[in-house]
């Protein structure tokens, strides 16, 4: 059965949205990542048209970087890395994603983009 992504009317009309309401609005979805590609089962990657967020575990916590290619923005666990003083595992984490992105079928679009911005926020804050 074909899903079709809702209207901003719909999506205004409704109190509240579950996160199926969500993916239709949105477009994509969550998949996990092949442990080949260097994580576990644990790890999650959901890409969007012009964004993605990747799930993991590090150091028994849950993680998270998320990309917006619009603003050209990376986070790691929901703060702007351009505010953070990374960790080296940290940052290892964020260069890692970027061979996932190229092994992931749907993350490889925006995998150039998300490598390159990140350098760019690595020179500026070395």
């Known amino acids: ?6 209207s901003r009317e ?5 109190a509240s949205n579950t996160g199926v309401d969500l993916r239709r ?4 979805k969550a998949h996990r990542v092949r442990s080949g590609i260097g994580r576990g089962v644990d790890a999650m990657l959901a890409v969007y048209k012009d964004r993605f967020t990747y799930t993991f575990i590090l150091n ?3 993680a998270s970087i998320h990309f917006d290619a619009g603003s050209r923005k990376i986070y790691f666990k929901g703060h ?4 953070l003083k ?10 890692r ?3 996932i992105l190229e092994e992931d079928e749907e993350g490889r679009e925006l995998r150039f983009l998300y490598e390159e911005t990140l350098a760019s ?3 500026d804050t070395n």
């Open 1 to 6: 059965m074909k899903e079709r992504l809702m």
């Open 10 to 14: 719909e999506v205004g009309s409704k």
């Open 25 to 28: 609005i949105m477009g994509g």
């Open 60 to 62: 028994k916590e849950v």
């Open 80 to 83: 702007n890395i351009q505010n």
């Open 86 to 95: 990374l960790k080296e595992e940290e940052r290892n984490e964020l260069v």
């Open 97 to 99: 994603l970027i061979d």
């Open 121 to 123: 926020i690595f020179a």
